[in-house]
């Protein structure tokens, strides 16, 4: 540790300071708690194969420095911060040549040699998805059969620029909260695997979104968008098929609450001059009479002094057009306020600063029960059209009437009850 300059903050710095006297031959009485520790990570993220290297992978990807977060950008950084990097990752490549048998050897002990051929339990742990982890399996494996450090150097890079680095380079999906006063924002380990295809129906709808979040992760100007309409009609479902559509071309998605609009100015600080693309996405946004909040809102999206950075669009859900709660007596009341239309205009003011509005609406019966069959086929469900449309029609009259939602509720219905 005491010779690297820019991955000093080591994420599992515990873990990481213990292999190092592990490598360097050091006896602990506590090696195999070091082992334990590492077996445990290991499990937890999914790795398989190498598992010291892996860790070692790990480290690297999610250390956050100047070298790492310029090459996220650039995919090479200039200047002689490529020498303090050379010099860590010198370091870095001597850990990742440890023979584990000479590590048995000396600790009198098999466990080193399981370590060095781990085979992870089936799935992908419980904290990156599928794709990361295995992108993180395959950096360890460059970066343990790299012949130079040089090569080993421009294998770091190489990563850097395909995957990003730190939170935002191997999640996809994130969330606010509060800690010790600070605004967090924490990766969501587990997101819904939705894609555009899985939404029956909707396709002019589908299309808008299409459109203007190719145009956004394409880096051309794009609009923040407002899905509006019914409940249970796809809303929330599209945005999130997002995510999973363009994740790969540098798409991120932070949930923010109706609550948490306070911190919006502080999420967007954060995120402004990273090389990806965030959506802010706010589900069932609406506000009532006596909230306030949603000016927050309008000044961020337009008429702060700063401008949204190019990188950043909001997408919001709403059962409302207009997202604030109108009365008829906002346009006929005159005891109350002098300017009464100012007053309208106050509340329409925010829906209007959305580029992109969409209405999903409640289908007829027809595309409802195309909704029905389409699902049906999906699942392998064996029941006569007939008989599927007349239970249909009975789930639907009993659990909120024509949706997509009822429509999927259905065909799980059918599913647990063994109609397959």
């Keep these: 540790m005491a010779k690297l ?46 598992i010291w290297n892996c860790f070692l992978s790990h480290v690297i990807a999610n250390n956050e420095n100047v070298f790492s977060c310029a090459c996220e950008i650039t ?4 200047g002689s911060i490529n020498d303090f990097a050379r010099m860590d990752f010198a370091e870095f490549r001597r850990l990742f040549g440890c023979d584990m048998e000479a590590l048995d050897s000396l600790y009198h002990t098999g466990i080193f040699s399981l370590i060095g051929s781990y085979s992870s339990a089936e799935g992908a742990g419980q904290v990156f998805n599928q794709e990361v982890r295995d992108s993180i399996v395959r950096l360890a494996s460059s970066l343990s059969e790299a012949k130079s ?26 969330s606010v909260m509060h800690r010790d006063g600070h605004v967090m924002i924490n990766p969501i380990t587990k997101t819904a695997d939705n894609r555009l295809s899985d939404l029956v129906g909707y396709e002019q709808q589908k299309q808008k979104l299409i459109e203007n979040t190719e145009a956004f992760v394409s880096g051309r100007p794009a609009n923040n968008c407002l899905l509006f309409g ?72 337009e008429g702060g002094l700063e401008r949204k950075p190019d990188n950043v669009l909001i997408y919001a859900t ?44 409640k289908p007829d019966k027809r595309s409802f029960q195309q909704i029905v069959r389409t699902l049906a086929l999906r ?18 009259i009993a659990h909120g009437g024509m949706t997509g939602r009822t429509a ?5 219905h059918l599913q647990s009850i063994g109609a397959v």
């Design 379 to 396: 699942k392998g469900i064996s029941m006569s059209d007939d008989e599927l449309m007349l239970e249909a029609n009975k789930w639907e």
């Design 230 to 301: 019914d409940a249970g009609t796809g809303k929330s479902t599209s945005i999130k098929a997002l995510l999973n559509e363009y994740y790969s071309r540098g798409l991120r998605m932070i949930e923010l609450y109706k609550h948490q609009l306070k911190d919006l100015p502080e999420v967007i600080r954060q995120i402004k001059n990273r090389n990806y693309r965030f959506i802010v996405y706010m589900d069932d946004l609406s506000f009532e009479d006596f909230e306030t909040d949603y000016k927050y809102l309008k000044a961020v999206i």
């Design 5 to 50: 300059m820019l991955y000093r903050d080591i994420k599992y710095r515990e873990l990481f300071d213990g292999i190092c006297r592990l490598a360097g031959g050091t006896y602990q009485d506590d090696w195999q708690d070091i082992a334990g520790s590492l077996v445990a990570m290991a499990a937890a993220h999914g790795f398989s194969g190498n």
């Design 75 to 78: 995919g090479f950084a200039d």
């Design 149 to 174: 450090d040089e090569e080993f150097f421009l294998s770091v890079v190489k990563f850097y620029k395909e995957y990003g680095v730190g939170k935002f380079g191997l999640h996809k999906a994130f």
């Design 318 to 361: 709403s059962n409302r057009r207009h997202l604030i709660r109108e009365n008829y007596t906002d346009k006929i009341r005159s005891d109350d306020e002098l300017h009464t239309a100012d007053t309208v205009q106050e509340k329409l003011s925010l829906a209007y600063r959305f580029g992109v509005t969409v209405y999903f609406g």
């Design 408 to 412: 999927e509720q259905f065909i799980i």
